[in-house]
Antibody, heavy 119, light 107 residues
Framework: EVQLVESGGGLVQPGGSLRLSCAAS????????MSWVRQAPGKGLEWVAN????????YYVDSVKGRFTISRDNAKNSLYLEMNSLRAEDTAVYYC????????????WGQGTLVTVSS | DIQLTQSPSFLSASVGDRVTITCRAS??????LAWYQQKPGKAPNLLIY???TLQSGVPSRFSGSGSGTEFTLTVSSLQPEDFATYYC?????????FGGGTKVEIK
């Protein structure tokens, strides 16, 4: 059974940093692109970042470029999101998701982890 | 950036109703369009990918159609468990984008 489990969320002050993790099981992480998606309270979904199977390609939404870094450790079956210079508008539930074969969807999602940026 | 506009943003319907949600893209996305269902406090769940392919395990009352810039999600006979928010997503080009969502509530 495919499972994605996020961790690392919490309360952080503006300007602070946080590292999110996503533990993958039930499939070979090394064969899939992976993504982070966020959802601010009461708002819609926003794609944040993608990473290729071997980590050689990374893409970000403009609002996080230069502040967030997506990475992966296929040997540990883990995906990460390093978040620096956090702002109030980064407050959201962060989901990791698997990009399905054929680049046609995000076919599996984790349960999400809440990041709150507030003083 | 490709903008996805969903309509309506809110829909009130009864059990058994046929419901159609539209997603319009500001540029062509070929068939790189997916639909998700999200219930409160839960992660999104994939319903349709490649514009019209039903994800395994999803009831056949859900269907998708369209290509290019106009897409629809149809629920042929709304069931109590279908009351949720629905999102479209394009995977044609970066940045990947989602529609604003359509909330389906009980009339």
């Amino acid at each position: 059974e495919v499972q994605l489990v996020e961790s690392g969320g919490g309360l952080v002050q503006p300007g602070g940093s946080l590292r999110l993790s996503c533990a993958a099981s039930g499939f070979s992480l090394s064969t899939y692109w992976m993504s982070w998606v966020r959802q601010a309270p009461g708002k819609g979904l926003e794609w944040v970042a993608n990473i290729k199977q071997d980590g050689s390609e990374k893409y970000y939404v403009d609002s996080v470029k230069g502040r967030f870094t997506i990475s992966r450790d296929n040997a540990k079956n883990s995906l990460y999101l390093e978040m620096n210079s956090l702002r109030a508008e980064d407050t959201a539930v962060y989901y990791c998701a698997r990009v399905g074969g054929g680049w046609r969807s995000f076919d599996y999602w984790g349960q999400g982890t809440l990041v709150t940026v507030s003083s | 950036d490709i903008q996805l506009t969903q309509s309506p943003s809110f829909l009130s319907a009864s059990v058994g109703d046929r419901v159609t949600i539209t997603c319009r893209a500001s540029q062509g996305v070929s068939s790189y369009l997916a639909w998700y269902q999200q219930k409160p406090g839960k992660a999104p769940n994939l319903l349709i990918y490649a514009a019209s392919t039903l994800q395994s395990g999803v009831p056949s009352r859900f269907s998708g159609s369209g290509s290019g810039t106009e897409f629809t999600l149809t629920v042929s006979s709304l069931q109590p468990e279908d009351f949720a928010t629905y999102y479209c997503q394009q995977l044609n080009s970066y940045p990947l984008t989602f529609g604003g969502g359509t909330k389906v509530e009980i009339k």
